[in-house]
């Protein structure tokens, strides 16, 4: 009965190891999980489409914003050409003249030393308060020694002729302006009689600018520079 017993046991133990054995056996359980490659795969492939057509649609947007530029400068470039053609024609309808007096106001202009706020304040210094300015014509510029020169053409206006012959001695008092008076043209409206009169100003600008205005200058309403 022992013996019996002991090859029971001994059955069932091999029995037991058989049957743990089988079950670590991979290849008797093979991976039948194939679901999960193909997904990962389809979502590497949705992130590169993904990437491709962002990629495209930069490149359509950069090579859309490329015409552009290059439609502007085409455009911009053929309206330059055209004030160009503009110019040359104005140029060519000047009178001799008026062709000088236009090179000596862009000589005026690009002169470094030379400033229209300077002119103005030196205008206003030397102006009576019942005469006012009605323009001012470039004639010409020139360098004498160290210093820049400027032709003007000047007009004024005035009810006063002894108002404009303050004016004259005060411009020649004050050592930037050198005046002549060179006409006058009587006008006259519905309610008002006045002279213009023309003068010809050499101006010489201060090196160090410091004006010092008289007394009777013109204050605001009753003349000055317009």
Known sequence: MRVKCSDT?????????????????????????????????????????AGAVLSFASWRDAAARNEIAKSDIERMNTELQG?????????????????????????????KSFG?????????????????????????????????????????????YQSVMTMIENMNNSGVFQAELRGQNLQKTESITFTEYTLRLLYTPRMSYSPTAPSDVAQTGQGGIQ
Do not use: C, M
């Open 9 to 49: 046991q001994l059955l069932n133990s091999q029995l037991l190891t058989k049957k743990v054995i089988t079950k670590l056996n991979l290849a008797s359980q093979p991976f039948r999980n194939r679901t999960l490659p193909y997904l990962i795969s389809l979502l590497f492939l949705a992130f590169a489409v």
């Open 83 to 111: 004030l160009k053609g503009k110019g040359a024609l104005v140029q060519q309808q000047l009178s001799p003249e008026q062709q000088a007096i236009l090179i000596a106001a862009h000589k005026l202009v690009a002169n």
């Open 116 to 160: 229209w706020s300077r002119l103005f304040a030196d205008l206003e210094s030397s102006l009576p308060g019942s005469v006012s300015v009605s323009r001012i014509g470039v004639q010409n510029v020139f360098n004498d020694g160290d210093k820049t020169k400027a032709e003007l053409e000047f007009a004024v206006l005035s009810r006063d």
